[in-house]
């Protein structure tokens, strides 16, 4: 991983955001380098979109401050709920923010598995391809920073272990720096640079091998979460 | 058979505006604005009152209430939790009541309803096409510089915005645009046949486009389609013209959404 080039490209300072009497987040300092990969993990509710949304600058924070170092940002967000009175194929969804030329729609596409999809409706989809699709959007538009609301959700388990190396793949190849917001403990494990444990407030935050160790992290999953995962290795030698 | 002058100028004039409603037309479909034609001709009894109260232009006056309309239904959806049909109720009903209040006070006034309500094609001036096509080649470009911000805004606004596409700006120029094409073409076709006009042709596009623009395109070839041969139907069979035209669109759309369907959308899907 490129770890050489550690210029920061994104910062949040004490960010939070108070909406309906409550802070959802609250106190959020975490940074992200370029080619790092900063993975969030916590329970439902726990501001993991939230923090997210505020990288983006889609919601502004109420304390706090965020530095960004980019305009180059790529979001593939947790709900994508399209109207579907707006008729949309897989390659105009693909320029939907950049003039992405055909060859470069047709080698991302078939990086994430979905080239043949190309002229198909957004509607005619399932999730696992929209989610492949939606994925490769974000690739597309040549990120410095990239920002993955659970993207491999609804893929299947061979497919999802695929896109979870592309991300990593990609990471390096652009040298962007990536917000992951995962389930999948093992992947955050394995692949990430550093993990952020949230539950409103950062509960801990360090390198995968740190944290399954740290206080918090096992009040938060349970022991048996820490244990199955820091032998894991995973094996990055070969494609699907 | 030779053509009056009047019934080139009602073509020339309706052609206009159905080539200005189809994209138009299409994003009104697209981000379910549909009743914003509704509050907007509520709202237009209070700039027709105020066109009398000042001695102006009403397009003008009108324009200018739609686009405060407009800024107010843009300003409540980012503060309230409200979503646009609820707020466009509520301007709409509220902006007729002022209306009807300042009817009221101009008692001296008579208003011709059904003007409003269908206006005038037969009786267009030389001015009007100026304005229909000027005005409406003015609104099409503007359209075309915000396209992709305001596309990727009505697909998916965080994306959007993340993406430096400043979404809700495009929106609130193509909101005021809108605006302008009520007022423009309020006195000429009136306000139930552009707001018929936006939406007829674009919903029966849908029912046999694979994309935006291919959906633009032929809500245009409809719009057109459905001016002329209502003119035309009205000339024939002397109907109203402006209802001879939404029933023609009424057919199209009908006829999208037949097995002939296939016929015309060839492979898609």
């Known amino acids: 991983m ?14 939070g955001v108070y909406r309906s009497n409550r802070w959802l987040v609250r106190n959020i300092t975490l940074s992200v380098s370029k080619g790092e990969i900063l993975t969030i993990i916590g329970p439902n509710g726990s501001g993991k979109s939230t923090t997210a949304k505020i990288a983006l600058g889609i919601l502004k924070p109420d304390a706090g401050s965020v530095i ?12 994508l709920a399209i109207d579907w009175t707006l008729p949309l194929r897989v390659i105009d969804f693909m320029r939907l923010t950049n003039k992405t030329t055909f060859q470069e729609i047709t080698e991302v596409l078939d990086m994430t598995g979905v080239a043949s999809l190309i002229n198909k409706n957004l509607r005619n989809l399932s999730g696992g391809e929209f989610q492949r699709v939606l994925l490769a959007r974000a690739i597309a538009t040549k990120p410095e920073l990239l920002i993955l609301d659970e993207p491999v959700q609804g893929v299947d388990f061979t497919g999802e272990i695929a896109l979870y190396n592309l991300i990593n793949q990609v990471s390096s190849e652009l040298n962007c720096g990536t917000i992951l917001i995962s389930h999948d403990l093992h992947f955050v494990m394995s692949a990430t640079d550093n993990v952020i444990c949230l539950n409103g407030h950062i509960c801990c935050s360090g390198t995968p091998k740190t944290i399954v160790q740290s206080k918090e992290f096992i009040d938060l999953f349970g022991a048996s979460a820490a244990q199955t995962l820091s032998p894991y290795e995973h094996d990055h030698d070969h494609s699907h | 058979m030779i053509l009056d002058d009047f019934f080139i100028r009602a073509l020339i004039v309706g052609i206009g505006i159905a080539i200005i409603a189809g994209p138009f037309g299409c994003f009104v479909v697209w981000k ?6 509704e509050t ?17 232009n009403i397009s003008i006056t009108v324009f200018a209430v739609s686009s405060i309309v407009a800024i107010l239904l843009f300003l409540l959806n980012e503060r309230t939790e409200l979503t646009s049909d609820s707020l466009l109720g509520l301007l709409s009903h509220s902006s007729l009541s002022i209306g009807l209040l300042v009817v009221g006070y101009l008692s001296y006034i008579r ?9 005038d094609i037969l009786a267009v001036t030389k ?6 096509w000027v005005c409406g080649g003015l609104f099409i470009f503007i359209l075309y510089i915000i396209w992709q911000s305001l596309l990727a805004g009505t697909v998916n606004r965080d994306i959007a915005s993340s993406e430096n596409m400043s979404p809700r700006r495009s929106e609130l120029i193509y909101m005021i645009l809108l605006s302008g094409i009520i007022a423009i073409s309020i006195k000429i076709i009136g306000i139930l046949l552009i707001t018929g006009l936006l939406i007829i042709p674009a919903a029966m596009a849908r029912n046999i486009s694979n ?5 633009i395109l032929i809500s245009i070839i409809v719009g057109v389609t459905s001016v002329v041969s209502g003119l035309f139907a ?6 109203a013209s402006g209802p001879s035209i939404l029933v023609i669109a009424l057919i199209l759309f009908i006829i999208s959404l037949t097995p002939l369907k296939r016929l015309i959308s060839g492979a898609n899907n």
Request: aromatic content about 10%; hydrophobic content about 50%.
């Open chain 2, 127 to 132: 001015l009007d096409i100026l304005i229909v």
């Open chain 1, 2 to 15: 490129a770890k050489e080039h550690n210029k920061i490209i994104l910062e949040l300072k004490d960010a």
């Open chain 2, 111 to 119: 208003f011709d309803m059904m003007g409003l309500l269908f206006g």
């Open chain 2, 40 to 56: 907007l001709s509520h709202s237009s009894l209070l700039g027709v009152a105020l066109g009398y109260v000042f001695s102006i």
């Open chain 2, 234 to 239: 009205s000339l024939t069979f002397n109907t």
């Open chain 2, 211 to 215: 994309s935006p623009i291919q959906m």
């Open chain 2, 32 to 37: 379910r604005l549909s009743y914003f034609g």
């Open chain 1, 68 to 79: 960004l170092h980019t305009n180059k940002i790529a979001y593939v967000p947790q709900n």
